[in-house]
C-alpha cells in the first residue's frame, strides 16, 4: 500500500518527467538530472530561504554567545533557558537547519530508483520500468532506457576516476564552510572544524557506492545552495575572516546593551520568571536549542518588555 | 556548541543517512544496486531439463525422477574489494535460456561470458572469452548447425565455433543487445536497443537488412511464414518480409513488447507487458483476439496440444484458444514469472522468480512436480 502511493505520487511523476526533459534536452540524462535539481530547489525555496536566514541569524548571535559564555558559562540549566529564548526572539528555529535535508530525503531515495530503472542497469528493474509509464506520454516509451553517459560519467555507475566524491565532499564543505560561524573558543572551534568535515567526508564515501547520477544531483543541489548563500547572505560567510571578527550592526547593538546591563545588574531572576510560560511552551524547541549548544543568554526581549525592571536593583 | 550538541547532532545526521542506505536497499561491500538473478527458462530434450538457477548455477534434472542428472555446475565471478571490504566471489545470474545439442549445454551469464558444458557429464569444454569477460549478457545462445551465436550488452552479437568457443565473426550494432538471436536458414536475426532490428548473413556477419522502429527492441524475433515477427519498446508489433524487411503491417498495444511472439496456424500470439495477449492475422495483422491477463506478460508463450500456453508475471498461467476463442485459467502458481515457458509432451515447464521449478499438465492445469532449486 505504502509502496504504491510512493510509486504514484513519487516515483512514477519523476520517471516520466526525467523522461520526458531528457528527450527535450538532446537524450542527455545528466541535463535533465540537472533540471530536476533545479526543480526540486525552486519548489522548496521557500525552506531554503528560511534556512538561511536561520544561518545568517546565527552567524550574527555569535558574537553575543561568546560574551555571554564568559559571563554566564557556570549556570548551564539558565542557559539553555536564555539560549532558547534569544533563539525565539531571534525568530531562529535551529533544526530548520535540517529540513530542507529531510525534505530532500525521499528525492534522493526517488532519484536513486529512477536511476536504476530508467538507465537499464539490471533487467529486473529495467522490467519494472513499463509499469511506470505514463501512457498518455506515448513518448516516453519510445525513449527509454536512457543515454547514461554525461561528460565523463557513466551516471548507472559510480565514478571511476574519482572526481564526482571530491566535487561531491569539496561543494560540501565550501557550503558549510561559508554557515560555520567563527567563535573566540577553541573548544568550540574544534568543534565545528569536526562537523565541517563529517558530512563533506560521508558524503563522499556515498558518491563511491551510489551511481553518478545520483552524486550529480548532490553537486548542482550544493553549488546551488552556495549562490543562494552567497546572494541572501551577503557573502561568503564563515569563508571570511571578517565574519568572525567584525559583529554586525545588530550585534554591535546588543552587545553595547548587554555591557549597560551587566552595569545596571539586571535582576535576571525575575526575568526568568517573567517568561517562564513561554519557555514551557515550547519544550522541543528548548530541547532543539540545548543540543545546539546553548550559551547563557540574557533575554533582550524581556529587556525590552520591561525596560523598568532593568533598573531595579538585584535581589540576590 | 557544546560537546552534547555536537553529539546530538552528529545522531541525527547519521540516523538521516541510515534512513537513506535502507531506503536504497544498500547491499555492504558493493556499489549501491538492485542485484541482479536472472529469468532462465528450461531447455527440454527428451526427458532431461536444463536450465540456470537463481544461485548461478547450470542445473541439469531427469524429468521423470526429478533427479539431478549431475550435480549443478556453479559460475562464478571475482567481486572487487575496497573500501574495507575483501576481494571474493559472485555468483553469476543467468537469464538467457541454455541452448542444447546432442553433445553439449550452451550457456550465458551475466559477467559477460558464454560456456558450453558436457551434456553427459557436466564439465565445462569451454568458455569464451577465456580472459577477461565481455559487457553484461542478458539475451541466451542459439544454436544451429557448428556455430553458437549470442549478443552482449556491449552492442555485439559474437558467433563462435560451437566446439570449440573460438570467434569466427562479431557484429557491431549501435547499442545494447539484451535479446536472443534467431536462426533461420542462412540468415540471423537480432535486435537492439539502438531500436533497430538486423538480419545478417550467418557466414560471415555481414548484413543483409535492417529495420528501424522508434524504440529499443529486446524481443527475440520469430520466424514465421516467409516473414519476421517482434515487438518494440514503441508498443508496436511488427512483420516484416523475410527477404527484403520490408513492412508487412504493425500493430499498436499499449506498452512495450518484451517477449517472443508465438505463431499458429495463421494467427500470431504476442504478449504484452500491457497485460494483454493480442492475436492477430499473420498476413494482415487484423485482430483476432485480445486476450486480457490483467498482469504484465513478459515471459514467452508456448504451444501445447494445439493451446497456447502463457504465464502472466503475477503467477497466474492461462490457456487460450480461438476455436472456440476462451482463456482458461490453468493453475495459479502464486510466483512471479518472467522465464519463457518450455514443453515437452504436454507438460509444461516454469522456472518462477522464486527458483522453484514446476511442471504444469498442458490441459488439466494440475501441478505434476515441482522443485526448489536452491541448494541446501
Not at chain 1, 528493474?125 to 509509464?133: C, E, I, P, Q
Not at chain 2, 538486423?198 to 543483409?208: I, M, R, T, W
Amino acid at each position: 500500500m505504502i509502496g504504491e502511493i510512493w510509486d504514484l505520487i513519487i516515483l512514477s511523476p519523476m520517471i516520466n518527467i526525467l523522461i520526458v526533459v531528457s528527450g527535450a534536452l538532446f537524450n542527455n540524462f545528466g541535463l535533465s538530472i540537472i533540471v530536476l535539481t533545479l526543480i526540486v530547489r525552486g519548489v522548496t525555496i521557500p525552506l531554503t530561504l528560511k534556512q538561511l536566514r536561520s544561518t545568517k541569524a546565527l552567524q550574527e548571535l555569535q558574537p553575543k554567545m561568546s560574551e555571554l559564555q564568559k559571563k554566564y558559562g557556570k549556570d548551564k540549566q539558565k542557559l539553555a533557558q536564555e539560549q532558547m529564548r534569544l533563539y525565539k526572539e531571534s525568530g531562529i528555529n535551529p533544526a530548520g537547519c535540517l529540513l530542507p535535508m529531510l525534505v530532500q530525503l525521499p528525492i534522493w531515495i526517488a532519484l536513486f530508483q529512477s536511476i536504476i530503472r530508467v538507465l537499464a542497469v539490471v533487467p529486473e528493474d529495467f522490467l519494472k520500468l513499463s509499469g511506470h509509464l505514463y501512457s498518455s506520454w506515448p513518448q516516453v516509451f519510445s525513449l527509454v532506457p536512457l543515454n547514461s553517459r554525461f561528460l565523463w560519467l557513466d551516471l548507472a555507475v559510480p565514478d571511476r576516476y574519482l572526481l564526482l566524491p571530491i566535487l561531491v565532499g569539496g561543494s560540501m564543505w565550501l557550503q558549510q564552510k561559508m554557515t560555520t560561524p567563527k567563535t573566540g573558543d577553541p573548544r568550540q572551534q574544534a568543534q565545528a572544524q569536526m562537523m565541517l568535515w563529517v558530512m563533506p567526508l560521508m558524503f563522499a564515501f556515498l558518491t563511491l557506492q551510489f551511481p553518478s547520477g545520483l552524486a550529480l544531483y548532490w553537486v548542482v543541489s550544493n553549488l546551488i545552495s552556495i549562490g543562494l548563500q552567497y546572494f541572501i547572505t551577503g557573502g561568503w560567510g564563515g569563508l571570511t575572516a571578517q565574519a568572525a571578527t567584525k559583529p554586525a550592526g545588530a550585534d554591535r547593538k546588543y552587545i553595547k546593551r548587554l555591557t549597560t546591563a551587566e552595569e545596571k545588574e539586571i535582576d535576571y531572576a525575575d526575568t526568568e520568571a517573567d517568561i517562564g510560560a513561554d519557555v514551557g511552551a515550547d519544550i522541543a524547541s528548548a530541547d532543539v536549542a540545548t543540543k545546539e549548544g546553548a550559551r547563557y543568554q540574557p533575554s533582550l526581549r524581556a529587556m525590552k518588555r520591561h525596560p523598568k525592571k532593568s533598573k531595579r536593583p538585584k535581589r540576590r | 556548541m557544546s560537546k552534547k550538541g555536537v553529539i546530538s547532532k552528529a545522531l541525527l545526521l547519521a540516523v538521516l543517512l541510515l534512513v537513506l542506505a535502507s531506503g536504497l536497499a544498500f547491499p555492504s561491500c558493493q556499489t549501491a544496486r538492485s542485484v541482479p538473478r536472472g529469468w532462465s527458462g528450461v531447455s527440454v530434450i527428451d526427458e532431461a531439463l536444463f536450465l540456470g538457477s537463481m544461485e548461478g548455477k547450470l542445473v541439469a534434472i531427469d524429468g521423470s525422477t526429478q533427479q539431478r542428472l549431475w550435480p549443478d555446475v556453479p559460475f562464478e565471478q571475482k567481486q572487487s574489494g575496497g573500501f574495507g571490504c575483501a576481494q571474493g566471489t559472485q555468483a553469476v545470474a543467468i537469464y538467457g535460456t541454455p541452448a542444447v545439442t546432442f553433445e553439449l549445454v550452451y550457456l550465458t551469464g551475466y559477467n559477460g561470458k558464454a560456456y558450453a558444458v558436457n551434456m553427459e557429464t557436466g564439465a565445462l569444454r569451454w568458455v569464451y572469452p577465456r580472459e577477461d569477460e565481455l559487457d553484461p549478457i542478458v539475451g541466451g545462445p542459439a544454436v544451429l548447425g557448428d556455430r553458437v551465436y549470442f549478443g552482449s550488452s556491449n552492442g555485439k552479437l559474437y558467433a563462435l565455433d560451437a566446439a570449440t568457443g573460438d570467434k569466427l565473426w562479431e557484429f557491431e550494432s549501435g547499442d545494447k543487445i539484451w535479446g536472443t538471436p534467431a536462426v533461420n536458414g542462412q540468415t540471423l536475426y537480432i535486435g537492439s536497443f539502438d531500436k533497430k532490428l538486423y538480419a545478417l548473413n550467418v557466414a560471415d556477419g555481414s548484413l543483409k537488412w535492417q529495420f528501424e522502429t522508434e524504440g529499443a527492441i529486446v524481443a527475440t524475433p520469430l520466424v514465421y511464414d516467409g516473414a519476421v515477427y517482434f515487438g518494440s519498446f514503441d508498443r508496436h508489433l511488427y512483420a516484416l518480409n523475410e527477404a527484403d524487411g520490408s513492412l508487412r503491417w504493425k500493430y499498436q498495444a499499449d506498452n512495450w513488447f518484451w517477449s517472443r511472439p508465438l505463431a499458429n496456424d495463421g494467427i500470431i500470439y504476442a504478449g504484452s507487458v500491457d497485460g494483454k495477449v493480442h492475436a492477430l492475422k499473420t498476413e494482415s495483422g487484423e485482430v483476432v483476439a485480445v486476450f486480457d491477463l490483467e498482469s504484465p506478460i513478459s515471459a514467452s508463450p508456448v504451444l501445447a496440444g494445439g493451446d497456447v500456453i502463457v504465464a502472466a508475471e503475477t503467477g497466474q498461467v492461462y490457456s487460450l484458444s480461438i476455436n472456440p476463442r476462451q482463456k482458461k485459467s490453468l493453475v495459479n502458481l502464486e510466483d512471479e514469472i518472467y522465464a519463457p515457458l518450455a514443453t515437452s509432451d504436454g507438460v509444461i515447464y516454469i522456472h518462477s522468480a522464486d527458483d522453484v521449478l514446476y511442471a504444469v499438465d498442458a490441459r488439466s492445469g494440475a501441478t505434476l512436480w515441482s522443485l526448489e532449486l536452491e541448494s541446501e
